[in-house]
């Protein structure tokens, strides 16, 4: 079992940035690739960005140039940077964790076993 616990949502006004962090417990961190989706209001859960155990990383269209996704493996815990923010990124931020390590990574959720509870994330224009 893994634990995630997602951190450091809020608003702020469009153009503003704000960092989220999860943190994992439960099992071995550096053997799991890790995403991060988001979901708004009356919308589907969407790809934001992964990470795999390798340091592998990749960004939805929405995201690149803007989002930057790091992991701390000492610390167990993932980060998604997001800078340049608009109205439109505003969602429910969760973190997913993988059973195992890949070569490449996941932007499906089914691919992901774990999830946190999710972080509010409001962006105002």
């Known amino acids: 079992q893994v634990q995630l616990l997602e951190s450091g949502g809020g608003l702020v006004q469009a153009g503003g940035s704000l960092r989220l962090s999860c943190a994992a417990s439960?099992?071995?961190?550096?053997?799991?690739?890790m995403g991060w989706f988001r979901q708004a209001p009356g919308k589907e859960r969407e790809f934001v960005a992964y990470?795999?155990?390798?340091?592998?990383?990749k960004n939805a269209d929405s995201a690149k140039g803007r989002f930057t996704i790091s992991r701390d493996n000492a610390k167990n815990t993932v980060y998604l940077q997001m800078n340049s923010l608009k109205p439109e990124d505003t969602a429910v931020y969760y973190c997913?964790?993988?059973?195992?390590?890949?070569?490449?990574?996941?932007?499906?959720?089914?691919?992901?076993?774990?999830w946190g509870p999710g972080t509010q994330v409001t962006v105002s224009s």
């Open positions: 997913a964790a993988t059973t195992a390590c890949s070569a490449f990574g996941y932007t499906s959720r089914g691919s992901y076993a774990y």
């Open positions: 990470i795999n155990c390798r340091g592998v990383t």
């Open positions: 439960g099992r071995t961190f550096s053997t799991s690739d």
